[in-house]
């Protein structure tokens, strides 16, 4: 299995603030990764596909980039609706599809 | 427009099996792969297989192997998850997701989701 390091799992922060989240695969996955939202009693919503492509409808303040086996996530100046829960996802390898484990953004 | 709706939540003893369905509208249903993830309550997303509604065809995570079963109707556009043999572990919110294009078969990320199906494992 490819496995897929999110960090941190925890991030408090506050409105207008730069966040980053991390994800590190376990070998390569070239640029299948995938990033996520999720809010409380909601299903995923996709943010971002082949490690930099901004879904269509996703503000421009989210952003994605790799490095390697290493992708970031970014939201450049975080907005009251942004606090969510983030997982990526690599698409290299159907044995199995995996996730990171989430990275909570919460309200410092 | 695209949508994906499941059936409701389910009850079920522990040794028993869940059937979930997922209804596909708003585009060619035979043409996209259809995931079933799931999340257990506070957990993270946990891919359990994928099928390919043009033949039905199925690959499964091998943590389901023997346990999952994947189906189509594709007359009524609806796909079925049924997972056996079930164990409190198995609760959780069971999620269907468009994938790829078939004739894509590595765009496996999911802008499309249905609302979950909550199974729950209970004696």
């Known amino acids: 299995d490819i496995q897929m390091t999110q960090s941190p799992s925890t991030l408090s922060t506050s409105v207008g603030d730069r966040v980053t989240i991390t994800c590190r695969a376990s070998?390569?996955?070239?640029?299948?990764l995938a990033w996520y939202q999720q809010k409380p009693g909601q299903a995923p919503k996709l943010l971002i596909y082949?490690?930099?492509n901004l879904e269509y409808g996703v503000p421009s303040r989210f952003s994605g980039i790799a490095s390697g086996t290493e992708f970031t996530l970014t939201i450049s100046s975080l907005q009251p609706d942004d606090f969510a829960t983030y997982y990526c996802?690599?698409?290299?390898?159907?044995?199995?599809?995996?996730f990171g484990g989430g990275t909570k953004v919460e309200i410092k | 427009q695209v949508q994906l709706v499941q059936s409701g939540p389910e009850v079920k003893t522990p040794g028993a099996s869940v059937k979930i369905s997922c209804k596909a509208s708003g585009y060619t249903f035979t043409n996209y792969y259809i995931h079933w993830l799931r999340q257990a309550p506070g957990q993270g997303l946990e891919w359990v297989g994928v099928m390919k509604p043009s033949d039905g065809s199925t690959y499964y995570g091998v943590d389901f192997l023997g346990r999952v079963t994947m189906t189509k109707d594709t007359s009524t556009r609806i796909v079925y998850m049924e997972l056996s043999r079930l164990v409190s572990e198995d609760t959780a919110v069971y999620y269907c997701a468009r994938g790829g294009m078939i004739t894509e078969s590595r765009r496996n990320y999911f802008a499309y989701w249905g609302q979950g199906t909550l199974a729950t494992v209970s004696s």
């Open positions: 996802q690599q698409y290299y390898s159907y044995s199995p599809l995996t």
């Open positions: 070998q390569t996955i070239n640029t299948y």
């Open positions: 082949g490690a930099s």
